[in-house]
């Protein structure tokens, strides 16, 4: 059913209508020597002649009004959006058509489907029911509603009001959806949007797997799995899911073309994250890879099972290595510390102050130097003294700056006295304690 109407875009400014009495009193004066015909044929022509003036100004149009409405249902088909999510929104909008025409059997109704590009699945029509599920092929790698909010606006017939109705989730990554949406709003096209859930059953994410870059031989470590429960948004068309969701996590290690189990447990997560731990302790120098996956007992509470899965690595180096410097005349003072430190898997190298090193290149093979109650100079005789070089001295703070090594200071009767020590008090600030 259509008719006309008429309309105004600048309605303001038929206010100007008001001066119709002003020129029917100026009339009345000016003219009043015509006769009675040509008087009232006068006043007839300035009143047309105004109202004709300010019809344009208020630019007036003959519209024409058409109760028969096109509505394009907009259905996503990405994978972001559950498979019982999409065959609920087909069915929505099978049933609001279905019921709109008992009343109205000149509306018509389409679907467009969208995933990675849009495609029309059922073309605006008034006969037919429309599809109750997907037949056509949809790329649903990605959300690219823009198109097909595109692909609705040409695809609308003339003559009558469009409206499309958007079913998706709005996890859009291609185009620009709200830009589009403007340009419908522009040319006079409702848009209604009926949400859909994100994953409607719940998606368990091994967020990460951590593991110290480096270790010792000998030194226990943790390798913690971070899973995540991410419960999502409720919609009209899904069922809340549970709460809490069983499985299994195991985390394998692999080095050297093996592979072996580390641990494996059945676990029950809630929502949120929570952290596993696994102790680990290693005997051999490699590179070792940590992965930890998730299998859940009941995989419908689990959308996504390619985030299931993580990894990190760690470098197994071999036993930390310290140089210890005491000096010469007492070269069995801290034999006893270096069985402690033997005993903590450590590897010590003890070097008196008549051979010490000579080359930044010899303290790079250390982890750690240990200065233990040593003396700038040693010695009594002159031909028999000893002591640390300037040279020397920069050698070790360039090893503790530069190169990232500890350094430990002793002190004792023979260090630590007025510019006894080895190290200058002005590096000293420079150099940090052994790690």
């Given at each position: 059913m259509q008719w006309l109407q008429l309309s105004f875009d600048r309605p303001w400014f038929l206010l100007l209508l008001m001066l119709l009495p002003a020129i029917w009193v100026m009339g009345w004066r000016s003219l009043s020597g015509l006769g009675r015909v040509r008087f009232y044929t006068a006043l007839t022509f300035r009143s047309l002649l105004l109202i004709l003036l300010v019809c344009a100004l208020a630019e007036i149009q003959l519209v024409r009004?058409?109760?028969?409405?096109?509505?394009?249902?907009?259905?996503?088909?990405?994978?972001?959006?559950?498979?019982?999510?999409?065959?609920?929104?087909?069915?929505?909008?099978?049933?609001?058509?279905?019921?709109?025409?008992?009343?109205v059997v000149e509306d018509q109704a389409g679907v467009i489907v969208f995933g990675s590009q849009a495609q029309i699945e059922h073309a605006p029509s008034p006969a037919g029911?429309?599809?109750?599920?997907?037949?056509?092929?949809?790329?649903?790698?990605?959300?690219?509603?823009?198109?097909?909010?595109?692909?609705a606006k040409a695809s609308f017939p003339a003559g009558a009001a469009k409206r499309v109705v958007i079913l998706s989730d709005g996890n859009q990554n291609v185009g620009d959806a709200l830009s589009e949406a403007r340009d419908l709003a522009a040319a006079g096209i409702g848009i209604d949007v009926a949400p859909l859930a994100h994953g409607p059953q719940g998606d368990v994410?091994?967020?990460?797997?951590?593991?110290?870059?480096?270790?010792?031989?000998?030194?226990?470590?943790?390798?913690?799995?971070?899973?995540?429960?991410?419960?999502?948004?409720?919609?009209?068309?899904?069922?809340?899911?549970?709460?809490?969701?069983?499985?299994?996590?195991?985390?394998?290690?692999?080095?050297?073309?093996?592979?072996?189990?580390?641990?494996?447990?059945?676990?029950?997560?809630?929502?949120?994250?929570?952290?596993?731990?696994?102790?680990?302790?290693?005997?051999?120098?490699?590179?070792?890879?940590?992965?930890?996956?998730f299998v859940p007992a009941d995989a419908k509470f689990d959308h996504y099972v390619q985030n299931n899965a993580a990894a990190a690595f760690t470098h197994l180096q071999g036993r930390g290595r310290v140089l210890l410097i005491v000096n010469s005349e007492n070269p069995l003072e801290f034999d006893g510390l270096a069985d402690l430190l033997r005993k903590h898997e450590l590897e010590v190298t003890i070097q008196p102050t008549n051979a010490l090193f000579s080359s930044l290149g010899e303290l790079q093979n250390f982890d750690c130097v240990v200065l233990g109650n040593v003396p700038r100079t040693t010695g009594v005789l002159a031909d028999e003294l000893q002591q640390f070089t300037d040279e020397q001295v920069n050698m070790l703070v360039k090893n503790v700056e530069q190169l990232g090594a500890g350094l430990v200071m002793i002190g004792g009767p023979e260090s630590f006295g007025a510019g006894a020590g080895p190290i200058p008090n002005s590096k000293r600030r420079s150099l940090s304690i052994c790690r």
């Open positions: 009004i058409s109760q028969r409405i096109v509505a394009l249902f907009l259905i996503d088909q990405s994978t972001s959006v559950a498979a019982d999510e999409r065959r609920a929104a087909f069915e929505y909008a099978g049933s609001t058509v279905a019921k709109h025409r008992d009343t029911p429309l599809p109750k599920q997907l037949e056509s092929t949809v790329d649903d790698s990605r959300t690219n509603l823009a198109a097909a909010m595109r692909l994410v091994v967020e990460r797997v951590t593991a110290p870059t480096g270790a010792r031989i000998g030194q226990a470590f943790d390798v913690q799995v971070v899973v995540d429960y991410r419960l999502p948004p409720v919609s009209q068309f899904s069922k809340p899911p549970p709460s809490t969701v069983r499985g299994k996590l195991s985390i394998v290690r692999r080095a050297s073309g093996h592979t072996q189990l580390v641990g494996e447990e059945e676990v029950t997560l809630r929502a949120g994250k929570q952290v596993f731990q696994f102790r680990q302790q290693l005997d051999e120098t490699a590179f070792y890879t940590y992965e930890a996956r």
